[in-house]
């Protein structure tokens, strides 16, 4: 199994500066067994976010997308549109999921509009953009991640 993970954040791309959250995710996928397929930071736009998510899936480089980043309610914060731009699907269960489970931390959450989709047979879903909120919620629902990816790459 594969996996690509982008950060949107328009000043870390000019800047040429990694992600926290991307690494984290990145060591997490890598214990359970996913190769990954690309790490990098994208600016914080809709078509060009849209773009790479339909040219993962529809090439077949990764069955799983993660974003961190951009998940919020400022006019910036495209993920969850650009990832619905290009779902064939969604599974809204996910980021409800993710979202409940972080509302225990922070009442914040109720401010997070990720999504989460599948495009052809890859999943994709949004997570947050702080390290440790997008650590905490891919631990809460990987179990559920790596069974969708099998399932739907049998």
Not at 30 to 55: N, T
């Amino acid at each position: 199994m594969k996996a690509a993970i982008f950060t949107l954040d328009t000043e870390s791309y000019k800047a040429k500066r990694g992600s926290a959250a991307a690494s984290a995710l990145k060591r997490m996928l890598e214990q359970v067994g996913f190769e990954i397929a690309a790490v990098r930071v994208i600016p914080r736009d809709r078509k060009v976010a849209a773009s790479i998510m339909e040219r993962i899936a529809d090439d077949h480089s990764a069955e799983l997308i993660l974003t961190t980043g951009a998940v919020g309610y400022a006019e910036s914060d495209c993920a969850p549109d650009a990832l619905m731009d290009v779902a064939d699907r969604l599974l809204p269960g996910i980021p409800e999921a993710v979202r409940a489970y972080t509302m225990r931390y922070s009442k914040k959450a109720i401010l997070d509009r990720s999504a989460a989709g599948i495009r052809k047979n890859t999943v994709i879903v949004n997570l947050p953009e702080s390290a440790q909120t997008a650590k905490e919620g891919l631990e809460y629902i990987l179990p559920e991640l790596v069974n969708a990816v099998e399932m739907l790459n049998l």
